[in-house]
């Protein structure tokens, strides 16, 4: 499986935009790009994702590198709320996650 | 809302005795999947049920086993849990995997603590 490689952990202000980083030097062709984040004693939620374009939801945007092997999760307005571990997760034809170290973000008020 | 339950959200359970953690879903997916999660780490695939097939991982300890006995159900079976089995355990559903674009959709997990 392909692997994903993301910083421990970033911090941000509140009201700042945060540019998360991922990479992933081995993606495949069929491989989307999910992320996902955690917040505390909570299971993993669904952020975006997205195969090659740049993506935009009420959450976040996905900006994927044009050779794909890396992508930036951007979230434009930090909040306290959005303290959590991202992961990074490269979806394949199979129907397995596997898990990365994730990036811990704090949100600094 | 259409989600993934599971129960209970804490167990309390004696090193060597038995436990059954539980996953329900009104999703109708056919693909579910139990995680272990230990504190500060990412959560780690132990096994899936794709329709009736179960699926383990190579490296799942055999003192944790699974059923499920139909499309909305699933458990997870520690025979003899030992300390280093205290973690949170994370249920997971999806489609039919054949569509990579398509994500998961986790419940909120279980505490197990082991005394």
């Known amino acids: 499986d392909a692997k994903t490689t993301q910083p421990n952990s970033m911090e941000s202000n509140e009201e700042e935009p945060v540019h998360l980083p991922c990479n992933h030097s081995t993606i495949s062709g069929t491989d989307y790009i999910h992320w996902y984040r955690q917040l505390p004693s909570q299971g993993p939620e669904y952020v975006i994702h997205?195969?090659?374009s740049n993506v935009n939801n009420r959450m976040a945007s996905l900006a994927i590198a044009e050779d794909r092997k890396s992508s930036t999760l951007i979230l434009h307005r930090a909040t306290l709320r959005d303290a959590a571990v991202y992961y990074c997760i490269l979806r394949p034809g199979t129907y397995k996650y596997i898990f990365g170290t994730g990036t811990r973000l704090k949100v600094l008020a | 809302d259409a989600m993934v339950i599971q129960n209970p959200r804490y167990q309390v359970t004696q090193f060597g005795k038995p436990v059954t953690l539980s996953c329900s879903q009104t999703?109708?997916?056919?693909?579910m999947y139990w995680y272990q999660q230990k504190s500060s780490q990412a959560p780690k695939l132990l096994f899936h049920?794709?329709?009736?097939?179960?699926?383990n991982e190579a490296d799942t300890p055999d003192n944790f086993q699974s059923r499920r006995p139909n499309t909305s159900f699933c458990f997870l079976d520690i025979r003899s849990p030992g300390l280093g089995d205290a973690a949170m355990y994370l249920c997971?559903?999806?489609?039919?995997?054949?569509?990579?674009?398509?994500?998961?959709?986790f419940g909120s997990g279980t505490r197990l603590t082991v005394v």
């Open positions: 997971a559903t999806s489609r039919a995997g054949t569509d990579p674009a398509y994500g998961y959709t």
């Open positions: 997205g195969l090659t």
């Open positions: 049920y794709y329709d009736k097939d179960f699926n």
């Open positions: 999703l109708n997916h056919n693909v």
